[in-house]
């Protein structure tokens, strides 16, 4: 796309520094987040690093308790120390994701 029009907004220092920070809480710079913006785009901000930690967290607990789901189903049966281990998981999973808020 050929961009060679320019457009001259003022802004106050404060106007300048709210926008810069909008801007780098999406993870982009100044000018593409205006034109996300004039183009109407929905911008949401970057999420926080533990984000990623806490999917690969949650993603490792889920992978356990589908393994202990299919020994549950290849048995036909499940043993209560099976159990407490899936609702410690569950547990722990609300606790990960209560500690990102």
Do not use: F
């Not at 100044?30 to 690093?49: A, C, F, H, T």
């Not at 806490?54 to 036909?76: C, D, F, P, T, V």
């Amino acid at each position: 796309m050929d961009r060679n029009t320019a457009v001259l907004v003022r802004l106050s220092p404060k106007e300048k520094e709210h926008l810069k920070a909008q801007a780098a809480a999406c993870a982009l710079k100044m000018e593409p987040y205006i034109r996300k913006l004039i183009m109407g785009s929905v911008i949401r901000p970057r999420p926080p690093d533990e984000y990623v930690k806490l999917l690969r967290e949650i993603n490792a607990i889920g992978n356990n308790i589908n393994q202990i789901a299919h020994i549950a189903n290849a048995e036909q049966r499940i043993s209560e120390d099976k159990i407490e281990t899936v609702l410690q998981m569950q547990n722990d999973i609300m606790r990960l994701v209560r500690s990102v808020r």
